[in-house]
């Protein structure tokens, strides 16, 4: 193998600038991306291959990232985690992934723990509430040893840093247009009150409200904090009523497909009678009778652009390994309103 310094006389640069590439610290010392483009063609030309090892027992570091997700059944997530690996595969570090089903909460600090004794030289996390992970997160901020950096959902008691959907103003914007098209009753469908990301819709559905000169009613707030039945016959029974509600905002579209079995029960179409729109496109589950039966036009979607959290995110967490303070930073990535026609092919059951 080349020396450094043979790869930096022929390349005409200094061996400085080929040894910050070499050890993966070029962006802190502010080479240019261009030059560093070029020593790694080099390097690739030239096989050389840092030594990981040495490096790590040079630095301190393991080049690599703990990213702790909710779950991965969904394509939300997986593009998330796509473009947080895209990101970190220009920097040359490694994810260790975790996933802690939303149904066990308890998982997310073991799997954290794990992680830690892994030594990662940092921590990305999709926090759900759980005691025990606020306790995690006091000791971690206390001990300032390895940086955390939340993603999508965040816990609002502690500073820090988060790269969100602005959740606010992307709901504040789809009860607007829901008003502007003439409703007046919206019901707001949330899933856990106690996720933060969730409770910012609300405060932008009851925004939106106030905005047009309208109170938000706890009568037409359901959450699905105590489970699903209790929400159906919420919604079932609203619906039935003289005075129905004709819209519902969902805070997610990912799991509201038994509240279409409801309105189809009670023979109500969308857009007609009762207008839908909400947060997440539809998923492949959707793919029964019922969705044709129910959705007679296109859905109004808050989509959010989970690929460019995802490398928002590890941005600042490559910031905090590198030194930079970052305490309770906020980066909010707009989200799109637009109206989406659930077409689907009903054999292979992909959404076209």
């Known amino acids: 193998m080349k020396s450094l310094s043979t790869i930096a006389k022929e390349l005409g640069v200094s061996v400085a600038a080929v040894s910050y590439v070499y050890n993966n610290k070029w962006r802190e010392n502010r080479i240019n991306p261009d ?94 509430p759980a005691e025990d992970l606020s306790e995690f997160v006091e000791s971690q901020l206390r001990t300032g040893e390895t940086p955390l950096v939340f993603v999508d959902n965040y816990l609002p008691e502690f500073p820090v840093s988060r790269v969100l959907s602005d959740n606010h103003w ?15 009753k919206v019901v707001f469908l949330g899933g856990n009150s106690t996720v933060a990301a969730l409770r910012d819709r609300y405060q932008g559905y009851c925004d939106a409200l106030k905005d047009a000169g309208l109170r938000c009613l706890k009568s037409l707030t359901v959450w699905r904090d105590a489970g699903d039945e209790l929400a159906l016959e919420s919604v079932r029974r609203l619906f039935s009523s003289d005075k129905r509600p004709d819209a ?86 707009q989200p799109v309103l637009s109206w989406q026609q659930v077409k689907w092919d009903w054999d292979s059951g992909v959404m076209l």
């Open 35 to 128: 030059l560093a483009e070029r020593i790694r063609s080099k390097f690739k030309q030239e096989q050389v291959v840092p030594n990981p090892l040495g490096r790590q027992l040079q630095s301190g570091r393991t080049q690599t990232i703990g990213v702790l997700l909710p779950h991965l059944d969904q394509p939300y997530f997986l593009k998330l985690l796509a473009g947080i690996e895209h990101r970190l595969n220009e920097s040359d570090y490694m994810i260790l992934l975790g996933s802690a089903h939303w149904q066990h909460q308890v998982r997310q600090v073991e799997l954290a723990k794990r992680m830690l004794a892994r030594r990662i030289d940092a921590l990305l996390m999709c926090p759900r």
């Open 170 to 184: 992307g709901a504040r914007q789809a009860v607007g247009e829901m008003l502007n098209q003439g409703r007046r």
């Open 248 to 333: 519902i905002f969902a805070t997610s579209f990912f799991k509201f497909f038994p509240f279409l079995q409801v309105l189809d029960d009670l023979g109500l179409k969308h857009p007609n009678d009762v207008l839908l729109a909400g947060f997440d496109e539809p998923m492949e589950s959707w793919v029964q009778d019922v969705v044709r039966s129910v959705i007679q036009k296109p859905l109004l979607v808050v989509q959010q652009d989970a690929t460019e959290m995802g490398q928002a995110a590890v941005d600042l967490i490559l910031m905090a390994i590198n030194g930079t303070e970052i305490v309770n930073q906020q980066r909010l990535i």
